[in-house]
């Protein structure tokens, strides 16, 4: 009997042992998927520019034939020829942030030589003026026929527009008032109203190296000039 008992534990083992080692045989990494993605993991629009202060990623996803992981597991991958590798110690997806080069950009699986690439090209944009005039001190306009005090104070104003895709860096435009050099930065699509000394006689006010320009021209009044 208690042979009988022995022989059928031992049978137990083996059966436990031989579906143990079957089901580890039957266990197999599957070659794991690559995609570039933005660093949140959200899709990559590849159709349209990049904008060069946000930041990108690839997507690694390790997957198996029955959903079972019971080691670590290293993959070793290439962007743009530069060797990489990223160890997994369970299934699933890891979000490897990355710096794109303008121009085609490639991912590499080593071990599979899987790959996939993208044309980059970084959004460029400015701050360009649009327009510049000479207004009143308060910014309003200064209407054609106006007499006006010399001794108050006046000012330019220039407005602004964005050229192009993408963000935007701090610009400096540079003008002239009567041939002296001035100039400001804009950090973002906006007008500024700078101050400006007049003279009796033509004044001139231009955005350097455009056509963009204003003249006004008073003419003395006694103690007044008409603007014309």
Known sequence: MKIKRYNILVLTVLLILVLGCSKEDDFQLLDPE??????????????????????????????????????????????????????????????????????????QLVESGNSISIDVEYCSSEITASKI??????????????????????????????????SLEPTKIAYTINDVVYNTTFTEVTSKLLPVTVSAGNNVAQIIGTSIDSSIYFVNQGNFVLVE
């Open 133 to 166: 005039s000479f207004v009143y001190a308060d910014g309003s306009e200064i209407l054609e026929g106006e007499c006006l005090d010399l001794n108050l104070n006046y000012g330019v104003k220039i407005e602004t527009e964005k050229v192009g895709k993408g």
């Open 34 to 107: 690559i995609l570039f993605v933005n660093s949140d993991g959200t899709t990559l629009v590849k159709e349209e520019c990049l904008d060069s202060n946000s930041t990108y990623a690839l997507q690694i996803t390790l997957l198996s034939n029955n959903g079972e992981f019971r080691s670590k597991e290293i993959i070793e991958y290439t962007i743009n020829g530069v060797v990489y590798s990223v160890t997994f110690t369970e299934l699933g997806t890891k979000i490897i942030p990355l710096n794109f080069i303008n121009g085609t950009n490639v991912a």
